[in-house]
């Protein structure tokens, strides 16, 4: 396959992705927008229940459509057809919670936030936020675990992180661009963080589709950056991959102190 079909790919998949992330978020923030009994044990456990379902129906099609777009890069590969992979039951993504006990989470910090004198509106935006962060993510390990059981599915044992500028309006994160300069084992799952719109690009037989991809968006945004320091800030970033108990590896920037389950205060129940 050479680079400009592989590219051609990779486009039809992140235009697909973007529908079904622009359903999934539309349809979640209709559902937290406006909802007001974040004191009522049944009506946020219904609600959960509803994101819930519009989630996991998002990541049915995210599975589905990731398996496809590996199916033909690999095949153009290697010059036959192959076949699909068992999709990844999303239900099973967050590791020791349910998506409805993840969900249910979004009461925990209203209350937490009206006990420390927040304005309930502000309170309610976080709400929302969060949601829609928590959607996104949730999305994105759909595709990270479909991807690593497709590969793994198919033999390949290397991947390249390729990035996406073209879905990074305010810019690709730095750790990302970092990240996408480095080669994969199929056996170690994606590492991402809140927001990440990596896409991953199989190694097969020495052909490395990814690595003239994302050397060519890597150019166009070091000349990009301007001026010298910019351009050094960008070669120089750095990153650590940490491992979430629920999420799974992450990408997070040295520099920054992220907390951790004893360090964030129990929420209201």
Same mark, same amino acid.
Request: aromatic residues 6%.
């Given at each position: 396959?050479?680079?400009?079909?592989?590219?051609?790919? @990779?486009? #039809?998949?992140?235009? $697909?992705? *973007?529908?079904?992330?622009?359903?999934?978020?539309? =349809?979640? &923030?209709? %559902?937290?927008?406006?909802?007001?009994?974040?004191?009522?044990?049944?009506?946020?456990?219904?609600?959960?229940?509803? @994101?819930? #379902?519009?989630?996991? $129906?998002? *990541?049915?099609?995210?599975?589905?459509?990731?398996? =496809?777009? &590996?199916? %033909?890069?690999?095949?153009?590969?290697?010059?036959?057809?192959?076949?699909?992979?068992?999709?990844?039951?999303?239900?099973?993504?967050?590791?020791?919670?349910?998506?409805?006990?993840?969900?249910?989470?979004?009461?925990?910090?209203?209350?937490?936030?009206?006990?420390?004198?927040?304005?309930?509106?502000?309170?309610?935006?976080?709400?929302?936020?969060?949601?829609?962060?928590?959607?996104?993510?949730?999305?994105?390990?759909?595709?990270?675990?479909?991807?690593?059981?497709?590969?793994?599915?198919?033999?390949?044992?290397?991947?390249?992180?390729?990035?996406?500028?073209?879905?990074?309006?305010?810019?690709?994160?730095?750790?990302?661009?970092?990240?996408?300069?480095?080669?994969?084992?199929?056996?170690?799952?994606?590492?991402?963080?809140?927001?990440?719109?990596?896409?991953?690009?199989?190694?097969?037989?020495?052909?490395?589709?990814?690595?003239?991809?994302?050397?060519?968006?890597?150019?166009?945004?070091?000349?990009?950056?301007?001026?010298?320091?910019?351009?050094?800030?960008?070669?120089?970033?750095?990153?650590?991959?940490?491992?979430?108990?629920?999420?799974?590896?992450?990408?997070?920037?040295?520099?920054?102190?992220?907390?951790?389950?004893?360090?964030?205060?129990?929420?209201?129940?």
């Amino acid at each position: 396959m050479d680079n400009a079909r592989a590219s051609a790919v @990779l486009d #039809a998949y992140t235009a $697909s992705e *973007q529908l079904i992330a622009e359903r999934v978020e539309t =349809a979640v &923030l209709e %559902r937290v927008t406006g909802f007001g009994d974040w004191y009522n044990h049944d009506a946020v456990t219904a609600l959960a229940t509803q @994101l819930t #379902a519009l989630v996991e $129906s998002g *990541q049915r099609n995210e599975t589905a459509l990731t398996d =496809a777009y &590996l199916q %033909r890069i690999i095949a153009e590969t290697i010059g036959t057809e192959v076949g699909s992979t068992a999709l990844v039951d999303p239900a099973t993504l967050r590791q020791g919670t349910t998506h409805v006990g993840a969900y249910t989470r979004l009461a925990n910090q209203y209350r937490w936030q009206i006990s420390l004198g927040i304005a309930a509106s502000a309170a309610a935006s976080a709400a929302v936020n969060r949601a829609r962060t928590m959607a996104k993510t949730d999305l994105r390990m759909a595709a990270r675990a479909q991807a690593q059981k497709t590969l793994s599915n198919k033999g390949v044992k290397l991947y390249r992180r390729v990035i996406r500028p073209e879905l990074s309006p305010k810019g690709v994160c730095g750790i990302c661009l970092a990240a996408s300069d480095r080669i994969y084992f199929v056996g170690d799952l994606l590492p991402i963080h809140n927001g990440c719109k990596c896409a991953v690009m199989p190694i097969i037989n020495g052909k490395d589709p990814g690595r003239f991809l994302t050397r060519g968006d890597l150019d166009r945004l070091y000349a990009d950056a301007g001026d010298s320091t910019e351009r050094w800030a960008l070669f120089n970033q750095r990153y650590e991959i940490t491992e979430h108990g629920e999420i799974g590896p992450m990408l997070v920037d040295p520099k920054h102190h992220f907390r951790g389950p004893d360090e964030v205060p129990m929420a209201l129940e």
